[in-house]
């Protein structure tokens, strides 16, 4: 059984440019989290979805982040007109039910130049 | 509003030495889980355990082993006997419910365990 993926592992992004990264969830789980980690510093929540469905984006920047997990495909976090401080590493985590426990996938390093 | 605290940022120890973690949180929910995760050089998150709020049984698996005491709000984690591949940052973290469509999560600071040979 495949964990929960996440691609790509490493994303170099100029200011201004886009940045999209994936989130396959493990099978069976219909639940997706996405947080960002700064550097040195613990998890933070950013977004809750279900298939085709925002529940919480209660973490989510107000401009330029947006969230996804439509009905076929991956989860996809955008960020649009990427800045130095959006560097972090974004994990996805997901789970079978909703309040199951979170398996995380191995997270996408995004850097900023 | 919850809120997990990791009281320790860093502890060193030797290898061989017993390690405790220490967890507190906060919350007004009955209903609620406890969660430890670990983070190593490599950077994935690696689930550890869950332990739902009714359940205040300690548990042992292998060299950890966890010690919930609700009466504390506390969730310390033990590493026995611990070795050089321990070294990591170990999250505590707390689920709540929102409503009937999901969980709150929130994770603890972090402490990042360094065990030197």
């Known amino acids: 059984n495949a964990g929960v993926m996440q691609n790509p592992r490493h994303l170099v992004r100029r200011r201004g440019q886009e940045a999209r990264l994936r989130c396959s969830p493990m099978k069976g789980h219909s639940h997706v989290y996405w947080y960002r980690q700064l550097p040195e510093e613990g998890l933070k929540f950013m977004v809750y979805l279900q298939k085709e469905n925002i529940i919480d984006e209660s973490g989510m920047p107000k401009e330029r982040f947006s969230a996804e997990f439509p009905k076929e495909g991956p989860s996809i976090l955008r960020i649009q007109q990427v800045v130095r401080g959006d560097s972090a590493a974004y994990f996805c985590?997901?789970?079978?039910?909703?309040?199951?426990?979170?398996?995380f996938g191995p997270g996408t390093r995004l850097t900023v130049l | 509003a919850q809120k997990v605290t990791q009281a320790q940022t860093e502890i060193s120890v030797v290898e061989k030495e017993d390690v405790t973690l220490d967890c507190v949180y906060e919350?007004?929910?009955?209903?609620?889980?406890l969660f430890w995760y670990k983070q190593p050089p490599s950077g994935e998150l690696v689930f550890l355990i869950r332990r739902n709020s009714f359940d205040e049984q300690n548990e042992i698996s292998g060299r950890y082993s966890w010690n919930f005491q609700k009466s504390t709000s506390s969730f310390n984690f033990t590493i026995t006997a611990s070795q050089v591949v321990d070294s990591a940052v170990y999250f505590c973290?707390?689920?709540?419910?929102?409503?009937?469509?999901?969980?709150?999560?929130?994770f603890g600071p972090g402490t990042r365990l360094s065990v030197l040979p």
């Open positions: 985590a997901t789970s079978f039910g909703v309040r199951d426990t979170q398996y």
């Open positions: 919350t007004r929910d009955t209903t609620y889980y």
């Open positions: 973290a707390l689920s709540e419910a929102l409503g009937n469509y999901g969980q709150n999560f929130v």
